[in-house]
């Protein structure tokens, strides 16, 4: 276990504290049909593409990842999504 979180702290990623701009969620809010959780993960997602471009959103949630292809944030069908990068929050207390 020590050996799992040592490797998660080290790493090749980074560590980013972000939350999405409220315009965002706003906009999207109006745009795709989704709450909570899934909207702020996408509302992130398009925040933080604005400075990583290449930045993909990865989720198994078909809703999310409906309207994150609708977003330009998903490429290509379902197989592509093995091969992309993957976005999570971590959070610390």
Do not use: C
Not at 62 to 68: C, G, M, P, T
């Amino acid at each position: 276990m020590d050996a799992a979180l040592e490797a998660l702290e080290k790493g090749p990623w980074r560590h980013l504290n972000i939350w999405p701009e409220w315009k965002e969620i706003k906009d999207l809010s109006m745009k795709r049909a989704l709450r909570g959780a899934d909207l702020w993960h996408l509302a992130t997602a398009k925040t933080l593409q604005r400075q990583i471009p290449e930045l993909i959103l990865f989720t198994f949630d078909e809703k999310l990842r409906s309207a994150a292809k609708g977003e330009h944030l998903v490429s290509g069908g379902r197989r592509s999504l093995f091969f992309i990068y993957y976005f999570f929050e971590m959070f610390y207390i």
